[in-house]
């Protein structure tokens, strides 16, 4: 199967898992449960379910496991986006090209809808096998949490609100996307990891891994956020650099942003060099996350 | 020792695991963690903890275990006020005799901390033993996450919100409160339990008395909301009668209200009958909290 078809794949899985595992949208309360669903369901690129599959194809893991573990990241993930899309955060309208959950339902709801998403993210861990061993489980749930809570993505976020206005060095900023969005996509390729249960030696590598391709998806999408459009993103564009947010891109100029991309995509490689062929999906997603851009 | 003493005592030591469950508030993000820690230390009943180790007295179950479980209820209670609190929910300024948390930070900052806050309870759960059975601690977690979204707690307030300026028959009342104060307060009961090995017939005769008891608990709410002042409660009183929210009093008038409310007491007096004087503090703890009232 070509790298295209793979993805592609994953991402079909993956909408069908969280069709699943989310609430039924007639379930009382209905509305909430809609707002769920349309928060969750028919977008996104899948960026953190697709690396959770790649990561568990290394030892072989389950497929339907796979999908439980990719489907409770992504559930953190899309609880994220609903609140940071509130008036009160962002106040952004459009997200993967359609209005976003407040504004196609209200404030209370999507806060609510988030909140909902957040939990069920651990219901998922909770009760659906993803590993054999429960100690391995609780060590899943505990990972996630540790990368979901105020020392990984929340922190993240909070400390990018701090930063709004403020001139950050590189070390600052790097601290910030380390948290607000490396924790989650690290907690991705670890869970993956849990599914087949992977050693600790295996899982110490793809931390590695994961926090350089944490980092280079970031500046990417610095990237991508100064030169695309509105209509290829299918979010506000230029928003960030427009809000005073640091970026890569202000910091170090286009050109030298995309020099430290190229640097962050070799170290992650070469942290993949011991798994051989089995991380070619993991391999060919870390160049998919650069050439989406250029 | 005297029911005072029992119930100051665990109130005291929540209050130390709390500060020790909690990220200091040194750590990076601060503001995140100082307004984590300004929503959940230093104020409230802490009836979910008292419940949670009422319960778990029952089964022997080592305090120190209980002090972990009864933080994670805690933390999920606590998101669920910061979050109820916000403009876009009740829009409310005082909360346990304080400024809400956006009042005293900001909206922002309160819809993380809230957001963290509930990461957190999951990663108490997750990494604190609270039970010696890993399959049971998995449990554990599947229940705090049942019950605390959108079929627990979350659809509740969701039902609220749909609720406001409504009649309510008294059938759908309890529906939403099963759901909003009822779901959380099983989960105390319950995970306290759990903290003691109970078995299943055990569980299922305390998630019985905990129907009664969450129920008995709102009726009382809703009595206290009405008649109490501002400075007694802590929080603005009168305000789900202002605000057009169905309650009990307006329901039922108050003296049948106060007979529900005996009713239910008797209930969960009843179902607890075949545990004998182990559940001495389940039994004084459901009637301190009618007797809070009238």
Not at 29 to 57: D, F, I, S, W
Not at 128 to 146: F, N
Request: contains cysteine.
């Amino acid at each position: 199967m070509d790298f295209a078809s793979w993805m592609s794949a994953v991402q079909q899985r993956t909408e069908s898992a969280l069709e699943r595992l989310l609430p039924a949208a007639a379930a009382a309360p209905a509305r909430l449960h809609q707002a769920m669903r349309y928060a969750a369901l028919g977008g996104g690129k899948r960026v953190r379910p697709l690396l959770c599959h790649a990561a568990g194809e290394i030892f072989g893991a389950d497929a339907v496991r796979l999908d439980r573990a990719a489907c409770a990241v992504e559930m953190i993930h899309v609880y994220s986006l609903v609140h940071d899309d509130l008036p009160c955060m962002d106040d952004d309208v459009l997200r993967r090209g359609k209005p976003t959950c407040h504004v196609e339902y209200d404030e209370a709801t999507a806060l609510l809808a988030g909140d909902a998403l957040q939990t069920q993210a651990f219901q998922v861990l909770a009760e659906e096998p993803v590993a054999t061993d429960a100690g391995r489980r609780l060590a899943m749930l505990a990972l996630l949490a540790h990368a979901a809570g105020s020392r990984g993505m929340a922190g993240g976020q909070a400390i990018d609100l701090g930063a709004v206005g403020k001139t950050l060095t590189l070390e600052e900023l790097e601290f910030m996307h380390i948290h607000k969005t490396g924790a989650l996509i690290r907690a991705a390729v670890l869970l993956g990891a849990h599914c087949g249960d992977a050693d600790v030696d295996a899982l110490e590598r793809l931390a590695h891994f994961a926090n350089r391709a944490g980092l280079l998806f970031q500046v990417v999408d610095d990237i991508l956020d100064a030169e695309a459009s509105t209509a290829t993103l299918g979010k506000t564009a230029g928003k960030d650099a427009a809000q005073g947010k640091p970026t890569y891109v202000n910091l170090l100029g286009n050109q030298r942003a995309k020099d430290q991309a190229a640097e962050l995509r070799t170290d992650a490689h070469a942290a993949l060099a011991g798994f051989g062929e089995r991380a070619l999906r993991l391999h060919q997603l870390t160049d998919f996350i650069v050439e989406r851009s250029f």
